[in-house]
């Protein structure tokens, strides 16, 4: 049976990628690398596919680091990657870059629509405070946000999804049914998400649907199943009022 946006009560949101533009942070936090480096062959997209699989494996590797610091971490070794010298200080910089992440234009906009119908819920791979300070540029307060830091691990580890679960169903007597989790990542959220039996919405804003590139996030061998595709939140937004308006 199909499902509809108009079923849930609540959306549980992954944050970067999703709401907030991760790639061009990303890519605008390593140009002191590249201009101290005096390089000009790196592409964004090469970085961005070099990030994506060194901080997945450190991700791995290092499950309680807190985000600043594996970011400080990523840093150094994707200097190492393509043969470039970074520093300390370089390196603390691009861990400390987080803040600085620019949200998607439609962002805010959608939130506030969707907030109006749905609890919402942020799932994510930082720490508090790097989220505290995205947050204040998404223009909502949410219900509920669970980060890597209070789980002590790294989507798409199992016990991320599993905590989300524990404490939605503890806090707000919600389970699987009510949930449409919401996010661009296949990698670190709709293969878990699909594995929990959650129901899912591919913000594909990386055209991956139609054969775009993957960006700074880590390859899946095959793409998981999803009950809504949307290529950005204001797409999302405009379905859910669509949907509420017929059911009425």
Same mark, same amino acid.
């Given at each position: ?27 605008? !936090? ?126 798409? !580890? ?80 405009? !379905? ?9």
């Amino acid at each position: 049976m199909s499902v509809r946006l108009a079923d849930f009560s609540a959306l549980t949101f992954d944050c970067y990628g999703t709401l907030i533009d991760w790639e061009s942070g990303i890519w605008d !936090a390593l140009q002191p690398l590249l201009m101290e480096s005096g390089c000009a062959e790196i592409t964004r997209a090469a970085a961005l596919q070099a990030f994506a699989e060194e901080e997945s494996g450190q991700q791995a590797q290092t499950p309680d680091m807190l985000y600043p610091k594996l970011l400080e971490r990523v840093h150094g070794t994707l200097a190492r990657r393509f043969g470039l010298r970074s520093t300390a200080a370089l390196d603390a910089a691009f861990g400390a870059s987080l803040p600085h992440w620019p949200a998607f234009p439609d962002s805010a906009d959608a939130l506030r629509v969707l907030k109006a119908h749905y609890k919402l819920v942020i799932l994510s791979n930082v720490n508090r405070d790097g989220f505290a300070a995205s947050n204040r540029k998404l223009g909502v307060a949410f219900d509920a946000i669970y980060t890597a830091e209070d789980v002590g691990s790294y989507k798409p !580890a199992p016990a991320n999804f599993e905590y989300m679960l524990d404490r939605l169903r503890g806090d707000f007597g919600l389970d699987a049914p009510d949930i449409l989790h919401t996010a661009q990542s296949l990698f670190h959220d709709h293969v878990p998400a699909r594995a929990f039996g959650l129901a899912n919405a591919w913000i594909d804003r990386q055209g991956l649907s139609g054969g775009g590139d993957w960006g700074a996030t880590a390859v899946v061998g095959e793409k998981p199943q999803f009950d809504f595709l949307f290529p950005d939140m204001a797409s999302m937004a405009r !379905a859910m009022v669509a949907d509420r308006d017929r059911q009425e």
